[in-house]
């Protein structure tokens, strides 16, 4: 294999991001089916309760993925705000990702190393390339940044109750 082909285990941007899109879409059903079971067949809050942590913690994960991959990709930050921002409407994320595709958005690898492009002098750049070395780190503060941002989501409550 030539040092410019990849696996099909070769985790690469694009199959990070489309992982975690798919996920997304499959979580929203989830949640919809977990809203069905406890409003119309009245079997409870457990399915809305499971279905619910599920969904936010991959929303949260899909959230830092495309922060990730967008800084990766030199992507604008508006265009990262747009990626987070389909998470919030139901199966937004797959079209999303297709017009990514479309687009030419998601190609090429991990940035590991500086290039002559200017805006690899940044200091995002810096600690993407960083993380990127550190593969062990990056996943562990990943993580650990999901598990932050979901327990204090938890505290907060559900979001009809934030301006209460």
């Known amino acids: 294999m030539t040092r410019t082909e990849t696996s099909p285990t070769t985790l690469t941007p694009r199959r990070l991001y489309r992982v ?7 979580t929203w059903t989830l949640l919809i089916i977990g809203m069905l079971l406890k409003y119309v067949v009245q079997v409870g809050d457990w399915p809305v309760t499971v279905a619910g942590m599920t969904h936010g913690i991959v929303f949260v994960s899909y959230a830092f993925t495309a922060g990730l991959v967008g800084v990766n990709q030199r992507w604008s ?18 079209p999303f990702d297709r017009r990514l595709e479309r687009r030419r958005m998601l190609e090429g690898g991990w940035r590991r190393e ?6 690899d002098a940044t200091w995002v750049s810096a600690c993407l390339r960083f993380f990127l070395a550190h593969p062990v780190l990056l996943s562990v503060l990943l993580v650990v940044a999901v598990a932050v941002v979901v327990s204090v989501l938890l505290i907060l409550g559900p ?3 934030w301006g209460a």
């Open 114 to 119: 500086k290039t002559d492009d200017p805006r």
């Open 159 to 161: 979001p009809t109750q």
């Open 77 to 94: 930050p508006l265009q990262i705000a747009r990626a987070v921002a389909t998470a919030i409407v139901p199966y937004a994320t797959i």
């Open 20 to 26: 975690l899109a798919i996920a997304e879409t499959v």
